[in-house]
Every structure is written in structure tokens, then in C-alpha cells.
């Protein structure tokens, strides 16, 4: 079972969070001409990293905050969490 | 190479069985190859005894980390099916379907197939409609498919829950009687040794560490018992396909995740067929031994871990309770995970790549296992001939980019959910 610290909701058991896959992903920006290469990096193409991760997850059965938190996939320790608006360094 | 019958076992019984050649050859690594294999899986080795025979390529390597049929072939719940819909898929396994059935004799070796048949149960209308489509298109495939009725599930599956008061009462289902089980661990065995028969050097404790690029071309590998110089390479390596994806400075449609099944302790013979409940995921078997096989959803987070997490478990289990309420009579025996190679569409792909004389094997998602044949005959194909073949067409590493999915499920790119 996971623990994940929620930055609103403290410490809360992994039944109450939704995944929401990788956070480093980036959307290609509005207003401008995408071309199909950054569809594809946007939508498809994961790093899918042994070790530190960077991902989002839904409090959705708490405070329903969406936050980001820094996990190893390898050992699933979670070093820390964050705010969705947060700038993380990884 | 000493072949397996009633008459080598009752000659070998005179010697109290000392006397039996090893099945296959522990190899040190040799300095150069035509083919080199990453993988010593269950496709890494089907790929390696294809190309020895049906391509005549016999100076191959297969590079395994740990110890062969130690990874996904060794933690799958050995379900055997090619009910599928979409063309690519259906025909791709399809073929699997016939090699398996005559893989006992091909290999002599007993893979103990057992086409029991699949059962896909339906809760309603709209799923019985979903699934008389799915059965008719896998007919046109020339696939057996068969519309049960309620009263006609209850009569192959007397154990599963048809009482009034359900959540998700069983309206029928869609049947491949072909469909089946068979002994996983046998697989690798049986391919391994015979690949190893005909030439194949099996390399165990063997770690990749880096790859020998230049001019857009293979050159060979880096591993942790030396460098090897090869012609060609063979990725096969599953859900630790990313970790070598980085290696090379790819980035692939593929997340790594968990899945985890388990089995009971043992019990009588109760269950003569593979069953899923059609109103989430859970699949449950009857082993030769009596354990009931059962397995479900990912846990749902990116991971390389090989063990999973209780939650998961309890709500793949509470959905087999929904299904055979005696379920939570029986202890559990043992529970395990796996890592699964999440390609974006739910479908594999076996292909070329950008490099010269690279060629790529994942995206397995739920179903390696019994890919095993078909995956290797065509990725033999692939390889040696430097072209895909055309039942391995449609799996293109550029599917995604082009639009060309191969969505079985229609879930699209949230790999987790299910």
C-alpha cells in the first residue's frame, strides 16, 4: 500500500488517489502550428523511466486536487510531493 | 540432441535417470555473431529457434540478464487465445493458435496444451450485441466463435454466480473453444532446447549496458561479460524495453507496468474452461494441480518493481468473488507481479527501427504469452529477411505517428486504465 502525501490533505492511503500517468509530459502550446512529430511526442511517446518519476495523481476520493508527485519506480519510495502548479526540478 | 519418448525414458530408467544430456547448454559469450537476441524469454528464445529454422541463421546469441523463463513466461497465467476483432490481430494470433496446437511434436518437449475453450461472460444487452459482432468478425477471420446464452453458460459453468440478486447478472457469452491453457514454463524449456540444438548459444547472467552504433548501423553490443560484436540485434526484452529504448536514445509508445496474478491452493476439479467477467477485469483458470489461476488489472502506476500491492489484488478479487462467490472459501497460495511493456493502442509491435540492423520486439500489454509462437516465427522473418512479414504488417513502430492505431479496446493512451 502507498502512502502518498497529499500537499493539501496530508498523509492519505493510496485508495483515495486516481494515477494520471507522467507530469513532464508537456502539451504543445494553443495558438500555434503543431506539427505531427509533437502530436506524436505529446500524446505517445513516454520515456517510461526506471527509477525517479515525475507523475500526477487525482485526490479524487479526498480534496479531488490534482498534484505531482516524485517516485521511484524501481522501489516505490516517494521522495516528495508537490502542488500541481509547483515547478519541479527533476 | 537426445530425443524425448517412452522408449529414451524406460532405457534411461535402467540407469536411474543420471544418464539424460542436459536440456540445454549454460554458453559463455562468443565475440561475434550474425544474430544477437536481448531477451532469453519466451519470444527471445522462439525467435532464435525460427530463425535456426525456418531461416537457417544458426550463429545466434540470446542474451538473458537473469536466468531464462525467469521473467514473463515464467508469471503469466498461461491463457492461449485469438478472439480478437481487428484483422492485424486476429490473423497474427491466429497463426500462434496453430503453431501451438502442434508445438508438443515441433518442440518434443509436452507444453501439456489444453484447448479447453475461453468463455467471455456478458452482463447485458449491449455486451451480448458487442460480442455477437467481435464473434462474427473472428469467423470471417476463420476463427471459431460461439454466442452463448445464459442457460447455455450455466450449463458449461454450474459454479459461477446465477443468482437473481446479482450486481452483474450473466446474460450469455462469447466462446473460442479452441482456446486454452498450457505449461508455460515448458515453453521456454522446449524452445530453448532445441534452439540450443541447432546451434543457438544460450548466454545467461548476461547484462546489456550499451550498444555499438555508427553510421545509423549496428555493430554490436556492451554487456556485463564483455563486448559483443553482432550483424544484427533483436530486442525481446519486455517491459524492460525502455531501459533500453534510453540506451539507444529512443523514445517508444510504451509505459512499463505491473501486473499481478495469483493462485489458490489446490482443489478438486471444479472449472473446465477459462472464464473473464465481462463487467471488469478478472480471468480465472483451473491448473492441473487444482489451483485456481487468476489474474486481473495493472496497479495502475508506472513500474518496474516485479511485485505488487494488496489494493490491486482485493479488487481484482472482489470481482472473482462477484463471479464464483466459493472463491472466498479457498486460501491464496501465492501471489506474484510481473512488468508488462503498456504499448499506447493495447497492440504489440514487432518492426524495424532507425537503426540499421535493430529490430524491436514489445508492446506486449496484458497478452505475451500466447504470442510466444507467432511473435517469434515473425520476428525471426523480420529479422532475417529485413523486411516485416505481412502477418506482423500492421504492428509498425509508426503506427501512432501515422494514425494507424490498433485499438482492441478502445482505450486509447491512459495504459493504466482497464
Known sequence: ?90 | MQKYSVLSLIKNAFSSHKDWEVAWKDQDPKKEYDVVIIGGGGHGLATAYYLAKEHKITNIAVIEKGWIGGGNIGRNTTIIRSNYMHDENALFYEKGMELWRSMSQDLNFNIMFSPRGIINLAHSDAQMNAYARRGNSMKLNGIDAVLLNREEVKNKVPILDFSDNVRFPIFGGLMQPSAGTARHDAVAWGYARQADSMGVDIVQHCEVTGFDISNGKIKGIKTSRGDIKAKKVGLCVAGSTSILADMLNMTLPIETHLLQACVSEPIKPLLDHVVTFGAGHFYCSQSDKGEMVMGGDLDGYNSYAQRGNLPTLQHVLTEGIAMFPFLSKLKMLRTWGGIMDMSMDGSPIIDKTHIQGLYLNCGWCYGGFKATPASGFTFAHTIAQDKVHELNAGFRLDRFSTGHLIDEKGLGTKTWIS
Open chain 1, 1 to 90: 500500500m502507498l502512502y502518498i502525501k497529499c500537499p493539501y490533505c496530508g498523509y492519505r492511503s493510496q485508495n483515495e488517489f486516481a494515477y494520471g500517468g507522467d507530469a513532464t509530459v508537456k502539451r504543445p502550446e494553443l495558438n500555434k502550428e503543431v506539427t505531427d512529430k509533437e502530436w506524436d511526442n505529446f500524446v505517445y511517446l513516454r520515456k517510461s523511466p526506471r527509477g525517479k518519476h515525475l507523475e500526477l495523481w487525482h485526490h479524487v476520493s479526498g480534496c479531488r486536487q490534482w498534484i505531482k508527485v516524485l517516485r521511484d519506480t524501481n522501489t516505490h519510495e516517494i521522495f516528495n510531493t508537490y502542488k500541481s502548479e509547483d515547478k519541479v526540478e527533476t
